[in-house]
């Protein structure tokens, strides 16, 4: 069976400071992979997407970033925290095919972010 | 722009009567669609999709579709206080580019 991790489950971080949060799928491989944020209040945003190793779709410009530098492996970074970019982060992944398979996602267990 | 629409509530069911939760997308290019459950301080969790116009079953959830009103559906019979939680409908054209989400209905089942 798939399993999706993220780490880690909480952080606070002083604005300005750099963000680094990771998410690996075990029991898959050639995942597709999303970045979403869930801000209090609002709907789930996603952030950016990634159908194979180097390849990064983003979808709403911000001060964030990410990379997969492995098949199962997806970083979402930033280099200065703004107070806005609080919120819970979510990792999900979806089978690699074609069809309606990859449109599936399943989510981790998301990382609470604070930003103060 | 595509969104999705929901009742963000609070919508409030006695245990044992069916919960009933709408959804509508504006995309009409849209070809799948999600419903998730996400209790509070956790990640959201899968409970079903449907592509067909039309109903689909499972267990007590039943998920109805008109694609002609761009409407989506999800229906609880015999409603239990474990399904108290945020429901959210996600909505996707068919690729690998992700989903667009509702702001979720946050149900409540009243023992």
């Known amino acids: 069976s798939q399993t999706i991790h993220q780490w880690p489950a909480t952080l606070v971080q002083p604005v300005g400071s750099p963000l680094s949060l990771e998410c690996t799928v075990e029991g898959t491989s050639n995942p597709n992979l999303y970045w979403y944020r869930q801000a209090a209040g609002r709907g789930l945003q996603l952030l950016f997407y990634?159908?194979?190793?180097?390849?990064i779709s983003s979808e709403v410009p911000q001060n964030l970033s990410a990379s997969r530098p492995q098949d199962r492996q997806f970083i979402l970074s930033s280099k200065k925290l703004l107070l806005s970019d609080s919120g819970f982060y979510l990792c999900?992944?979806?089978?690699?095919?074609?069809?309606?398979?990859?449109?599936?996602?399943?989510f981790g267990p998301g990382t609470r972010l604070l930003v103060l | 722009q595509k969104e999705v629409e929901q009742n963000s509530g609070p919508l409030s069911v006695p245990e044992g009567a069916i919960a009933s939760l709408n959804c509508t997308y504006s995309?009409?290019?849209?070809?799948?669609f999600f419903w998730y459950r996400q209790y509070s301080g956790k990640s959201p969790e899968l409970i079903m999709f449907i592509y067909s116009n039309g109903d689909k079953e499972d267990g007590r959830f039943t998920a109805q579709l008109n694609k002609a009103s761009q409407y989506v559906s999800l229906l609880i019979r015999d409603s239990q206080p474990s399904d108290s939680a945020t429901y959210l409908c996600?909505?996707?054209?068919?690729?690998?580019?992700?989903?667009?989400f509702g702001k979720g209905t946050h149900l409540i089942i009243q023992p």
């Open positions: 999900a992944w979806s089978r690699g095919s074609s069809g309606y398979l990859q449109e599936t996602q399943y």
């Open positions: 995309d009409r290019g849209s070809q799948s």
């Open positions: 996600a909505v996707g054209r068919g690729g690998a580019d992700g989903l667009t």
């Open positions: 990634s159908v194979g190793i180097g390849q």
